[in-house]
Structure formats: C-alpha cells, structure tokens
C-alpha cells in the first residue's frame, strides 16, 4: 500500500527533475510549443517547467491516464498550481483510475494550505466532492463523517484568510450539497468566526444562506432580497435578536445591519418594528439644529427608511440631509437621490 | 499631457517663491512668512473628507478594523498633498505620469522573466489589459496588430475558443480577452483570426440548462462565464441556436444559447443587494460588474437591469463600496479600498445611470411577463446627478494608486506593487470617473423578443462630465471606453460591422 502510495503520490517524476533520460518516459515523444516570432507577454520558462509541460501535452494527446501522469501533474502543480488544464487532466486521471477520493483530497489539503489565493483548487476540490457524495449520500454517519473533516479543513484555510471568498463559495456549496442547512455544527462554526470578528462579512453572508435558504424552511427559488412566508417566525425572531446583539457590540458595523434589514425583508416584517433598536444610534436628530450625534450611519439610514415607511417624509428627508451633509459626505450622491425616491414614492 | 498648467498650480514653495516672475505682485506675500511657510495647506484645495477619517467609529478592535485603520493610515499621506516630492495641482492632486505608466505597459507585454510562470495559462490578460490601458492612455495600440494575430492564433484551440496559451484548454475568460484584444488592435486580418463556426459550437458546449455557462469544459459555473460568453456572442455576431450536443438543448427547440442567462444573474443578487459569483456567495464588486455588463447586453438596461434584479438595494450597495477618507471602491462589505473596484464597482455606475435614466423602460412593464421577476413597482427617479463620488474616485486614483518610482503603473493601493491587471482597471475607473455615457432609449417599438442581444444595438453618447468641482487638469483626462464591453467605441462598432456583414460562418 505505501509502495502503491509513493506510485501516486509524491514520487516525482524523472531522474534529478529531468523526463527525458529517464527510462519510464521514453516511451513519449514530448511535443514542445515553439512560440510565434513575435508573440506576446511570453514567459521565459524554467528548463523543468518547460520540459515537464512538453512531456504532459504528450500524454494529454495521448489520453493516458495512469500513475506516471498523476505524478506529472503534481510535479507541474508544484511549479505552477495556477493552471487550469493541468488540474482538469488531473481530474480526469483521478476519475479514470478510479483512486480513493479521500487519499485525493488529503495531498490536496497539503496543496491548499501552500496556495490560499487559488482558485483551482476549488474547482477540483468541488469535482472531487461530486464524484465521492453518491458513495456516501445513503449513509448518514459517513455524511456526518465527511462534514467534519471537510468542516475541519475549511476552519485551517479560514484561520489563514478568513474571507477568502473561494474557501466560502466552496462552503456554501458543500452544505447544499451535504445538505448541512440544519446542522448545528456549521452553524455553530459560522457564529464563532462572526464572535471572533463581528465584521467578517463572509461569516455574515454565508449565515443567510444557511439560515434562509434552508430548502426545508424556505421557498425555493425566493430572489435573497425578497419576502418568504416559508421561512418560521421563530426563526426570523432568533435572527433578528442576533443581529441586534451584535451590533450592539460594534454600531457602525454594516454587516450587522445589512443582516438586519435582510432578515426583516425576508420575514416580511415592517422595518419600522426596529425602529426603536435604530434610534437608539441616533439622538437630537431635529429640523434646524444641526447637532444630532450619530453612532452609526447605517442606523440613521435605515430609520430615513422605516419613516418614508411611516409616512413621515419630513423627517426621512431630515436623515437623509444630515447624512449626505455630515455623517457619510463621500455617498451625498446617493443620499440626494434617496431623497428623489422619497419625492416619486419609490 | 499639459505640464505647463501643473505647474502653474504648484503649491507655492520656497524655490518657486525665489523665482523672479512678477516681483512685483508677490511682495505682501514674500514678507509674509507665515502666511506663505506656515499655512500651506489653505493653498491647496482639499476637503477634509479626505484628509481625516471618518466622523463615526466603533471602539471595538477587530482584525477587520485593524486592517482598514492600517490602510486609512496608508493612504492619508498621499491624499493630504504634503508630499514634497511631488507636484500637486491646486487641488492637491498629482499628474497622471502617462509616459512612466505606458512604458510600464509596453514592458508588461515584451518578455517576462521565469518568476511570471503562475501567469502562463493568463497570457491573454496580459494583451487585453496592457492594449486596453494604452489605448485608454491615447497610445496607438495597432502597431500591435501582427503580434497579437500571431500571440491569439498560437492560443486558438481547433475545438474552439483560445486558451491561456499554446494548446491549453480553451477558456471563457481567455477567450473574452483574446476576442478584447483583436477587437483593439482591429482590421480584418485580427477578426479573421477568429473561427467563429467553432467558437459557436464550443460556447454550445459550455451552456447549461440552468442558464449560466461553464467557464471551460469540465470547469466550474459561474457569473464570469455569462458575462464572457455574451460579451463574445454580440461582439462576433455569433448564431444563439444550440448544437444537438450542447447540456442546454432542448428538442422543441425552445432553449438558446441566452435563454435564462439573466435569470441566471438573477439568482446572484444576495440579501445585501449586490451580487456573488455564484448563486448563494457573497456580494462581490467584480462580479456586479459581470451581472451588469450582461444584463446590459441582453436587453436595455432599464428593461432587463430593472426585470431582474432589485434595483434599490442593488444601488444601496454599490454606493455603499465607496469610502472616506480614502475615496476608492473596496469590493464587499467590510473589505479594504483596492484599485481595481474602480472599474469593478465604478464601472457599475454608468449602467445603472442607463437603467434609471430611461424614459421609457424604467419600471415599466416592457419586460418580458414570461419570467419570474422582481419588478419594482414604483418608478425610481433618474440619478440626474452622479451617484457616487467622482471626486473622491479620482483623488484616490490619482494620489493612491500611480507607481511614483520609475517603475510606473498602477495598483491596488500604497505599498502594493503596479501590475497589468491593476493598470487597465485603475484607468478603466478613471475613464469612467471622467465621463458621462448616455443610453439611447429602447426602442418600444419593437418588444424585448426583438431586442435580444445581437438585433438591439443601442448607441451609446459619451461626453466628458463636466458638473461640479474637476480635481484633475484637462490633459489627464483618459479616452473613454464602452461601459459593457470595456475598450474604445469605436473599435466595438468596427468589429460589429465586420461581422454583421458576414453571411454565415464563411
């Protein structure tokens, strides 16, 4: 087994680096690319890199999936893991030689803590779940199993970069695909990162969707900005109270009151039902004086909201003034055209 | 550009005080040192929003406070125009150093060194953003012409599409910029480098049932693959019917290549009001510009941006990308200003202009009834005036994100090296800070089933923005560049031509 396990993985390629020479590849013609005369932006590359390249063309032409061309990728990965046809032909000899999807996914976790801004790794990583997922979907102890040690990996790559938006998409993925919605552990791991920083927006996002998207608790097929009389008032109750909760913590946080506002529009609620949690941001907002004070802008942005809401135009506009005029100059733009919306009702 | 005017409105400094210009006129000002040494700044036009941080701050301390602290910290010296090193303008806004960025750009497309190997399957970004950012800094590009024919041939695939490089795996993304950079250096030789019949076949071969597109055979799905593939459909003129093998073809006949691409798009609108990569991330700038982009190229904007996405949040949190002190876009919510999100994010804003400003679509019912919506039932009003800072974009641009060494080029921000990718978005958001672009108005006449992409071709009208205060001098003002397909005008309406008038695929 460790014999057949060095055959795939970490054995390299070629004697000292080198294809040609090396009796296992003699059998390949490799088909160098000679660059146009005057070709653009061309990479003047490593005699290894150029001549490993050379050697996977071959076999890429050839159709040849085995061990030796395994090792080629990896061997190319390791000098340039930005490569998306490699990837996809590694794929294709995972799938072909039909290899244990967990000894994969454990040399690419190595790959991916080396590589946190790339992006094939993702996509592999996502193939690779495909393939494996109908093995286990009957069985939910090996789901359950697989979810922690996915979830396990994902929290090393967070630790590193905790918004790093291809870790997340992935995320986002594997709980539909897993079916993770109503998993406390993910839940749970979500609410640690947004503990830890209550600004990761990532940590934000990726609760709405476990929380509204819930194919259980939800409507498919719902736009995100739109009500859903599927989703439990109990649920967007407990929602609303986190989001007061943490932004108590930081006021002028947005990624607290974006998921406030979302969670409102989705339970269907009138937004005037927090305008008391709201005005607490802001006090002495009154025509003429001038000398309100301001913990969050996002506040005062969304009470002009809940009062054009209520009806009260005056006092939306007063908001919306102060805001372009004192607290948040660098959106006037915008805030001046919120006031024309007030003007045509929108 | 004028060097002449930048140094008429160089802060006055000891050197230039000495110099014998008009003696006369500058007595009271040469007796009064204080005046002169101690009260600088007044001189310079620079309003506070720049120069000091934000009015409301939270105490608590998280990594993401300390990151954004760490780049206001950054960026206040380049924006507070004390930089003795540099010449400011009266607004305390440096030149734009054409010459230093553009021979950054002629660089970035010569011979690169072994250390660029993690760009070997992007080389054609390199073409699109280095021919892009030249043109847009009024470098002639067609001197360019037989060596990005012989750079795309080396890259085109016979299956269809091009590349990242010689017999790689064709690629959307690739492809998008090798059709750009044939489209800039232009002629007919460029567009025939093009098989379009396997181009057609191969985005078949991408297209799925869901709507979107894959971004290469057997690679992931998302919001890119839409933009990149419409973009590429409408610049060459390319049938929509599906091959028999495409995932997407239905027998009946009834799915095209762009059926359900804009719900598709749809489905990318987060609770936040922006849009992610894919259905379910988050709201990112980069991506909103690829929703917007093919939105627009589906259908009018004020029809198809206001069919299917929820405009009001949309706008909310696109201006919502725009901070101060700094003046630049970051790309989410609670991220750092980058120079990229100038055209990312910035870019955003001349569509949603082309949404709102419509007469006649906006919030109409012109839309197709057939889909499933979230149509705004009330009008919104026009954005009469600029939606976001320009002035704050500029400054930023201007001030943050030019490489002053001589290096040249631009960047994400200080303290980060300039690269190509950096330079074509930086200057794309500083065109687009420095014009206005005008939609005609749909054509009513003809209804949303004529005006799918590739019959509708609304022209747009570009004219410099003139209103309120000009931060920069009149010779730093970049060519304008179409706001979907991202180079000049007139080099889109020339490959269109081209192939409108092609019978077929000969």
Known sequence: MAALQRELYGGGVGKEGRLAGDSEWDDVSPIVVVEPEKALAAITYTQDYAEAMSYLRAVMQAKEYSPRCLRLTEHIIGMNPAHYTVWLYRAANVFALKLPILDEMAWLNRIALGNLKNYQIWHHRHLLVENYFPSIASDPAAVSAFAASEREFLAKMLAEDTKNYHVWSYRSYLVGKLGLFSDPDELRAIDAMITEDVRNNSAWSHRFFLVFSDPSASTPGTPATAADPAVPEAVVDRELAYAREKIALAPQNQSGWNYLRGVLVKGGRKLASVEDFAAGFVTGLVEGAEDEDVRSTHALDLLAEIYAEKGDRGRADLSLRRLGQKWDRIRVGYWEWRRKCLEVGA | ?506
């Open chain 2, 1 to 506: 550009m004028s060097s002449g005017s930048q140094q008429q409105h160089r802060r006055p400094s000891p050197s230039t005080s000495a110099s014998p210009q008009q003696p006369s006129q500058n007595t009271t000002e040469e007796v009064d040192d204080e005046l002169f040494f101690g009260a600088r700044a007044p001189v310079l036009m620079i309003p506070d929003l720049f120069t000091h941080p934000p009015p409301v701050r939270d105490p608590l301390v998280t990594g993401t406070s300390q990151a954004q602290d760490g780049t206001v910290e950054a960026c206040l010296p380049f924006l507070d125009g004390e930089d003795d090193a540099v010449a400011y303008n009266e607004h305390g806004v440096p030149g734009l150093d054409r010459e230093r960025h553009i021979r950054f750009l002629h660089q970035s497309l010569g011979r690169l060194p072994g250390r660029f190997v993690a760009a070997d399957a992007s080389r054609p970004w390199f073409l699109y953003w280095c021919l892009s950012a030249m043109a847009m800094l009024g470098e002639d590009v067609t001197s360019y012409r037989e060596a990005v024919i012989q750079t795309a041939r080396s890259m085109q695939n016979e299956e269809g599409g091009f590349g990242g490089g010689g017999r790689q795996l064709s690629h959307m993304a690739t492809s998008y910029a090798i059709v750009l950079s044939l489209a800039l250096v232009g002629g007919e030789e460029a567009y025939e480098v093009v098989d379009r019949k396997a181009m057609w076949k191969w985005l078949c071969s991408l297209k799925q049932p869901d709507g979107g597109f894959q971004v290469c055979l057997g690679g992931e799905e998302d919001i890119r693959g839409a933009y990149c593939g419409a973009v590429i459909i409408s610049l060459l003129r390319l049938p929509l019917d599906l091959t028999p093998e495409s995932p997407a073809y239905k027998e009946d006949g009834s799915a095209n290549l762009l059926t359900g691409v804009a719900d598709y798009v749809r489905r990318c609108q987060t609770f936040e009001g922006g849009i992610s990569g894919q259905p379910n991330a988050e709201a990112h700038g980069a991506y909103a510009f690829c929703a917007l982009g093919c939105l627009a190229l589906l259908d009018h904007p004020s029809r198809s941006i206001q069919s299917y996405l929820d405009v009001p949040r949309l706008v909310a949190w696109l201006s919502s990308r725009q901070y101060a002190p700094e003046g630049g876009f970051s790309g989410r919510t609670n991220k750092l200003v980058d120079g990229c999100y100038s055209h990312w994010v910035g870019g955003c804003f001349p569509l949603i202009e082309a949404c709102l400003n419509s007469s006649g679509g906006n919030g109409g019912d012109a839309a197709d009834a057939t889909t499933t919506t979230t149509k705004t039932t009330t009008r919104l009003p026009p954005a009469e005036d600029s939606l976001f800072s320009r002035e704050g974009l500029i400054r930023y641009i201007l001030c943050c994100c030019q490489d002053q060494t001589k290096r040249g080029g631009l960047r994400d921000k200080p303290g980060k090296m300039s690269d190509a990718y950096h330079s074509c978005y930086v200057l794309s958001g500083l065109s687009s800070a420095q014009h206005q672009w005008e939609l005609d108005e749909p054509d009513e006449t003809e209804g949303p089933a004529a005006s799918v992409l590739g019959l509708a071709d609304p022209v747009w009208a570009v004219l410099p923005y003139l209103d309120g205060p000009q931060v920069f001098d009149n010779g730093d003002r970049v060519r304008p560049i179409h706001p979907v397909y991202a180079i000049p005008q007139q080099q889109v309406r020339a490959v269109k031509e081209y192939f409108s008038g092609k019978k077929g695929f000969c």
